[in-house]
């Protein structure tokens, strides 16, 4: 059932069956006026309003509708019954969550008639979620809706520098947060150039001032970003809750570090920022180096440095011998000597040969001295038989020495042929040992 708290007191009269407003009797012989409906609705109207100037209901929101307007329309119910119900505009913007179908809440208004309809509604003045803070889940509502917009997924988040050279400070100037910061700064890295970004951190226009300095600090080309302030309650911390913020934040193109209240303290902004720190303190000792680590960590580097150029030149010099052994032994003056040697024994070879050729030729010399005339003879008999033979072979070939009668030597372009190798009109040539004629063939028949 639908539970209502009546703030303002109402007479009532009570029986076991019904509850109903007290009225007194009305006298007999009275005739009862007439009403017209506006008249009619008009009192009842009247009469809630009195008697319901202030209430609380629980109920489950059902149909919630939001106007251009900006008034929001719903309807709570519960098991039994239902009542419809508004908040306008004034009184909507001060919600710090969004209405939801199904959600649980608990009404501040007041119950009034809508005369031309004759509907009566509730007119809320504030809402409230039943049994859980509207802060709280309007931070859960945010977180949700932001973590499935992607604002806190990891493959955007930036990486922060090692060696910051300028960052800025987004807090307030008079704030103890900002006292920590510079002096962890001033005793970790003093390296460093910071601006500080004076802005509001609580209060309904702390959002709107922390947006706008992050937009000038993002414009600037700082090395990190830190927001944050000293911790508080959850009204304290809401600006780091609002979605401005978190827009804003997301939006950077600089690196973005969340350092807000303490550690127990959690915040939209540090889901969005790249880094999250527990406390403003803590953020500058996670994005600072320390300098006095830095000095060791130089003086160990420097020492290992030592050792590794040490370690370097010793194993460079027995490289180096390996290869002025390995070079000695496959030097070009090590081949030249080499082929020298080789020279020197292709020479020996060559005398030993020469030597043994010349002395099995002087074991011949005598015999071929011996044979030799007598082979020159016997070939110049040979080529004297041959010339002669060819001299009585051209002599007794030559036109000169045929003189049989009828006979003549037939010539085709000065070489001797056989009547046979003549063709038609080929030009040729008979002689005889005393006369020359020069013919032309006419005619050939085979006989």
């Known amino acids: 059932m639908l539970k209502i708290y009546v703030k303002k007191t109402v007479k009532f009269t009570h029986s076991e069956k019904e509850t109903k407003l007290e009225i007194k009797n009305r006298p007999k012989g009275d005739f009862l006026h007439i009403l017209t409906v506006s008249s009619l609705n008009e009192q009842i109207k009247s009469l809630l309003e009195e008697s319901f100037s202030r209430v609380l209901v629980e109920g489950e929101l059902s149909r919630v509708t939001f106007h251009n307007s900006g008034h929001i329309y719903f309807t709570l119910k519960d098991e039994n019954s239902t009542i419809k119900a508004v ?17 649980k809440v608990v009404l501040d208004g007041a119950v009034t008639l809508y005369k031309p309809r004759g509907e009566y509604q509730m007119n809320c003045f504030t ?8 802060l709280a889940l309007a931070y859960e509502q945010l977180k949700n809706r932001l973590s499935n917009q992607g604002y806190f997924d990891l493959s955007r988040k930036k990486e ?4 910051p050279k300028k960052i800025a400070l987004i807090t307030s100037a008079t704030g103890a947060a900002l006292q920590d910061m510079l002096r962890v700064a001033n005793g970790r890295y003093r390296a460093l150039e910071i601006d500080i970004y004076d802005v509001l951190v609580q209060g309904d226009s702390a959002a709107p001032s922390i947006v706008k300095a992050i937009n000038l600090a993002d414009a600037k080309g700082y090395d990190v970003i830190v927001v944050g302030r000293g911790g508080g309650s959850i009204e304290d911390l809401w600006a780091f809750n609002e979605e401005i913020v978190a827009d804003a934040i997301f939006r950077a193109r600089t690196p973005m570090v ?14 969005v920022a790249d880094l999250r720190a527990p406390t403003p303190s803590a953020a500058m000792q996670m994005i600072l180096p320390d300098s006095n680590e830095l000095l060791q960590y130089m003086d160990s580097l420097s020492s290992s440095m030592s050792q590794r150029v040490s370690q370097k030149v010793y194993n460079s010099k027995q490289e180096l011998a390996h290869l002025l052994s390995s070079y000695s032994q496959h030097s070009i003056e090590k081949k030249i000597v080499h082929k020298i040697q080789e020279v020197k024994q292709q ?4 005398s030993q040969t020469i030597a043994f050729k010349i002395e099995n030729f002087s074991k011949n010399i005598e015999q071929i001295k011996i044979r030799f005339p007598n082979i020159i003879e016997s070939k110049i008999n040979i080529a004297q038989n041959q010339v002669t033979y060819l001299l009585k072979m051209l002599e007794s070939n030559h036109p000169k020495l045929k003189s049989k009668k009828g006979f003549a030597q037939i010539s085709l372009e000065s070489v001797v042929v056989d009547i046979s190798e003549l063709k038609i009109d080929d ?7 005393k006369i020359k004629v020069s013919a ?3 005619n050939k028949i085979d006989i």
């Open 160 to 163: 922060l520098p090692k060696f």
């Open 440 to 442: 032309k063939v006419l």
């Open 258 to 271: 969340s350092a807000v209240g303490h550690e127990i303290d959690w915040v939209i902004s540090d889901f």
């Open 87 to 103: 908040i306008f505009k004034a009184n909507a913007t001060k919600l710090k969550f969004q209405l939801q179908e199904g959600l």
């Open 127 to 134: 809402i409230q979620p039943s049994g859980y803070g509207a």
């Open 427 to 433: 030009i040729f040539e008979l002689q005889s040992d």
């Open 347 to 350: 020479k020996e070879l060559f």
